[in-house]
C-alpha cells in the first residue's frame, strides 16, 4: 500500500516545508509515500463558493485513480490517538491494496462530488487549522504511527 497526501496548493512557508520533507524523509524507511499537490484555484470576481468548489473537485477528481481509497481530512470526520490512528493506519495497510489518498480541500472545503468519492473522513482536531499546518501535523502523525508500530521510542504513552 502507498500512502499518498493530496492537498490543494502548495507549502508556501519554508519553514513549514522543511519539517514536512524531513518527515516524508524519516517515513521512506517504513511505508511507501508521497506528496501531491492540486493547483490553487484563484478566486475571481464572477465565482461562487459553490463554483470554486466543484472546479476544486473537478480537479482532484482527475488525480484520483478509481483503486483509491479516498480519506477525506475533515473536522467532522472521525477522531484518533495518535496509538488509535497507528491501529487504522495498520489495519488499512492490509484492506486497502494499492493506494490509500487521504485528502486536504481547499480554503472552502470539499464539493459534493468528493464527499460522495469519499470512503471515509477523519478529523486532526475539532480547532481549524491552516492548510500548511494539516501538512506537517498528518506527515508527523503518520510517522509517529510507524514508530509505533515498530516498537521504537518515539511515542510516549
Do not use: C, W
Not at 489495519?91 to 472552502?108: C, E, N, Q, W
Not at 498528518?138 to 521510542?153: D, H, K, S
Request: hydrophobic share 30%; net charge positive; glycine share 6%.
Amino acid at each position: 500500500m502507498k500512502v499518498v497526501l493530496m492537498s490543494v496548493g502548495k507549502t508556501d512557508d519554508t519553514i513549514f516545508g522543511q519539517i514536512i520533507d524531513n518527515y516524508k524523509n524519516r517515513l521512506k524507511h517504513y511505508i511507501p509515500f508521497e506528496t501531491e499537490y492540486i493547483p490553487d484555484i484563484k478566486k475571481g470576481k464572477n465565482i461562487s463558493e459553490k463554483e470554486h468548489k466543484t472546479l476544486e473537485g473537478k480537479n482532484i477528481l482527475n488525480r484520483l485513480q478509481d483503486s483509491d481509497h479516498l480519506v477525506l481530512l475533515d473536522d467532522k470526520g472521525r477522531e484518533f490517538t495518535s496509538m488509535k490512528f497507528s491501529q487504522y493506519i495498520e489495519k488499512k495497510t492490509h484492506s486497502v491494496s494499492k493506494r490509500i489518498v487521504f485528502l486536504i480541500g481547499g480554503p472552502y472545503g470539499f464539493s459534493e462530488e468528493i464527499y460522495s468519492r469519499a470512503n471515509e473522513k477523519i478529523s486532526l482536531s475539532k480547532m481549524t487549522y491552516t492548510h500548511q499546518m494539516v501538512r506537517m501535523i498528518f506527515v508527523e502523525q503518520l510517522y509517529r504511527a510507524m514508530t509505533i508500530l515498530n516498537n521504537e521510542p518515539y511515542h510516549h504513552e
